[in-house]
């Protein structure tokens, strides 16, 4: 069992970063990890995945504003956020793949945090 646990949400104006972290209480180094969002009446998204050895994907287009990264001796994950849109508000979620399952289309992350609330204002 992984517990992950979000912070850094909050409330910026467009064009403003953020940085998200993830905490994972067990070791990460061995699978896929990633970030979700969900926005209030709109599907869950995939936002972004980084593989053990730092391969990353991202959706298209986010491509360019977001960076994720993980640093794997901390048990840690990040989602570094540039030039926020309104359209980037949503609830967004830290993921965590079974162990030594690496990252594909058809990843199934079993582990979630409980959300991080981030809130781009125009």
């Known amino acids: 069992q992984v517990q992950l646990e979000e912070s850094g949400g909050g409330s910026v104006q467009a064009g403003g970063s953020l940085r998200l972290s993830c905490a994972a209480s067990?070791?990460?180094?061995?699978?896929?990890m990633g970030w979700f969002r969900q926005a209030p009446g709109k599907e869950r998204e995939g936002v972004a995945t980084?593989?053990?050895?730092?391969?990353?994907t991202y959706a298209d287009s986010l491509k360019g504003r977001f960076t994720i990264s993980r640093d794997n001796a901390k048990n840690m994950l990040y989602l570094q956020m540039n030039s926020l849109k309104p359209e980037d508000t949503a609830m967004y979620y830290c993921?965590?793949?079974?162990?030594?399952?690496?990252?594909?289309?058809?990843?199934?992350?079993?582990?979630w945090g409980q959300g991080t609330q981030v809130t781009v204002s125009s």
């Open positions: 993921v965590a793949a079974f162990a030594w399952q690496y990252c594909s289309g058809s990843t199934h992350f079993g582990y």
């Open positions: 980084i593989d053990s050895d730092g391969d990353t």
């Open positions: 067990r070791i990460i180094a061995n699978r896929c």
